[in-house]
């Protein structure tokens, strides 16, 4: 997986750990899948990644930082529900099920994880105006 672009340390953190955490649960719904179906994940990460820094380098202002700050998580989520979407059968329904409750659930924990974070660099920038 490509380096993204990232606000501060925390900011990288929080990410790096969220995509592990969906790449295990992508590795999960995988395991009975055709061959190749996780790299193809993979690519689809790629391209997350890269739209995420284009638009740290063509369109990031004051006004949209916190949805540039958000974009990883939340188009990797939609991302991994239509890729489970594609995967799921008979076989393989409960597995698939779990993997998209966890990867909802994770995606809000670090969306609320990233609000937080935003509001601290705020409160900080405020205060360093003092």
Sequence with gaps: MNEFKHINRKHQDMVTDYLIYIQKQVYL????ADDGKYLDFQEL???IMMYHN??????LNKDNLEEWAFAIPNLTMFTALGFFAGLRNEENDDTIEDCVR???SSTMDV??????LMKDEEEIKEMEQC
């Excluded at 719904?29 to 009975?32: D, I, K, L, N």
């Excluded at 969306?111 to 937080?116: F, K, R």
């Design 29 to 32: 719904a995988t395991e009975t």
């Design 102 to 104: 966890n990867v909802y």
């Design 54 to 59: 284009d638009f740290a380098d063509t369109g």
């Design 45 to 47: 990460l790629e391209d």
């Design 111 to 116: 969306v609320g994880s990233l609000s937080d």
